[in-house]
């Protein structure tokens, strides 16, 4: 059975880093496009960013080039998302996708649980 587990989230300083971790049971990351959404109360969930099957990364434009960083160790078959110079912006829910399409064009899309991030002024 497919499982993603998201940790690391917890409440840090403005100015601050934290690293999120999603571990993953059921499938290979390195077979999924995989990543990384937020969703504060009351809005829209939106990515953060994202790394394909062959490591190709894109980051949502609203980032500061360079402030988040998405990577896969692929044997520990575990996401990750180092997040730095936090903003009390970035607080949010953050969730851990993973998903496929089939030659069929069916669509596959495997969610975490989420993990908590506070950044606190």
């Known amino acids: 059975q497919v499982q993603l587990v998201e940790s690391g989230g917890g409440l840090v300083e403005a100015g601050g880093s934290l690293r999120l971790s999603c571990a993953a049971s059921g499938i290979i990351f390195s077979e999924y496009t995989s990543s990384w959404y937020r969703q504060a109360p009351g809005k829209q969930r939106e990515v953060v960013a994202t790394?394909?099957?062959?490591?190709?990364?894109?980051y949502s434009d609203s980032l500061e080039r360079g402030r988040f960083i998405i990577s896969r160790d692929n044997a520990k078959n575990t996401l990750y998302l180092q997040m730095d110079r936090l903003k009390p912006e970035d607080t949010a829910v953050y969730y851990c996708?993973?998903?496929?399409?089939?030659?069929?064009?069916?669509?596959?899309?495997?969610w975490g649980q989420g993990t908590q991030v506070t950044v606190s002024p």
């Open positions: 790394i394909s099957g062959n490591g190709y990364r894109t």
């Open positions: 996708k993973a998903d496929r399409v089939s030659v069929f064009g069916r669509q596959f899309d495997y």
